[in-house]
């Protein structure tokens, strides 16, 4: 069996004004009637392929994790203190399971339109897994994209590859040579680990990190299907994701390539290319009317909004708050004021 693990943080200021810190992006029904965090469950829902999920989140999270979570059997939570990135995040899972579980490590928040082929790169990277490989899904870049970090594929693998290194969020030529040699895929922080292998490169890596986080394991404590770490030794623990912690300096780095139709709805323009939309490529939603108009989206809960001869912007009504951007400026949303105060 894999053992999901989703990892449910963050408040999404990148979609500003939509996501808000009282009802953040993985709980929002972005793409489709359901939340993000919501479709992040029913994919992993295959009983035959998939273990009952562990959640990792944090206390400001949990009303939203428990009323989507809903009465899902076997279903557990793990309640972080604070946020201290992915790798404290993963390594609590993996403190609370058996070694020798598989995890499939999956952000809360990402849209991913073809399950199918979720699920067999699932499989592919459990069985590399289950040799003590620890895997991250590559998924194939299809522009070349400068919000992404990237992956360089090395020796066959099994259905997978080894890696050869991981790369920083390149820029616009960097980026484009990458698609132009291949063998890169964009890193979507999807991995699949056994959970004593990575605990013990992450020992071998981070050993005080690895104390404190046992130590709040150890003192932690169990509320009905909720576990709370320790406060004290987990608020010692410097954050770190997954990569820096681990990915990038062990020598069992593997990958498995997929095509999924993923995106990580990073930001206005992301959420609109995931999206449906007409002929134009606009997607509206909520009460607009558009006259020559090209690749605008449009996000109104209140207000009529009337458009004519835009291309590429973005125009999104929350309650009393409004954003306009270009698609180009989508991704410095979060450093607005409203978006940093909310």
């Known amino acids: ?88 995040a993963i ?18 928040d990402h849209h991913i339109d073809d399950e199918v082929a979720f699920r067999a790169a699932a499989e592919s990277a459990a069985a590399l897994a289950d040799q003590d490989w620890l895997v991250a899904f590559g998924i194939e870049a299809t522009k070349p994209e400068t919000g992404y970090g990237y992956i360089k594929q090395a ?41 004593g292998a990575f605990l013990d490169e992450l ?13 709040a394991v150890e003192a932690g404590s169990l509320q009905g299907r909720s576990f709370y770490p320790a406060p004290e030794p987990f608020s010692r623990i410097k954050g770190e994701s997954i990569d820096y912690a681990v990915m990038e300096g062990t020598d069992r780095a593997a990958m498995v390539p997929v095509n999924m139709g993923w995106s990580d709805i990073g930001n206005w323009e992301a959420l609109r290319d995931a999206r449906a939309r ?27 909004v009337s458009a004519i001869g835009l291309e590429d912007i973005i125009i999104i009504v929350d309650g009393d708050e409004v954003l306009v951007t270009s698609s180009a400026g989508a991704q410095k949303t979060g450093t607005l004021e409203g978006a940093k105060s909310q």
């Open 1 to 88: 069996m894999i053992h999901p693990v989703i990892l449910c943080g963050g408040i999404g200021s990148r979609l500003w004004p939509r996501s808000r810190a009282a009802k953040p992006k993985p709980f929002l029904p972005l793409v489709g009637s359901s939340s993000l965090f919501e479709a992040t469950l029913e994919r992993c829902s295959n009983t035959h392929l998939f273990a009952p999920p562990c959640i990792v989140t944090g206390a400001a999270h949990l009303e939203h994790v428990e009323a989507q979570l809903g009465g899902r059997e076997g279903a557990t939570i793990i309640v972080e203190p604070e946020g201290k990135n992915t790798a404290p």
């Open 91 to 108: 390594a609590l899972a993996a403190l609370r399971m058996n070694a020798d579980a598989v995890m499939l490590v999956c952000p809360s």
């Open 155 to 195: 020796e066959p693998l099994g259905s997978g590859f080894q890696i050869a290194n991981f790369v920083e969020k390149p820029d616009l030529a960097t980026a484009q040579s990458f698609l132009d040699s291949g063998g890169y895929s964009w890193n979507g922080g999807i991995f699949a680990l056994r959970a």
């Open 203 to 215: 020992t071998r890596f981070r050993p005080e990190m690895m104390a404190d986080l046992r130590a």
């Open 278 to 304: 007409d002929a134009d490529g606009n997607s509206v939603t909520g009460k607009a009317e558009l006259v020559d108009c090209r690749n605008v989206l449009v996000e109104s809960n209140g207000p009529r």
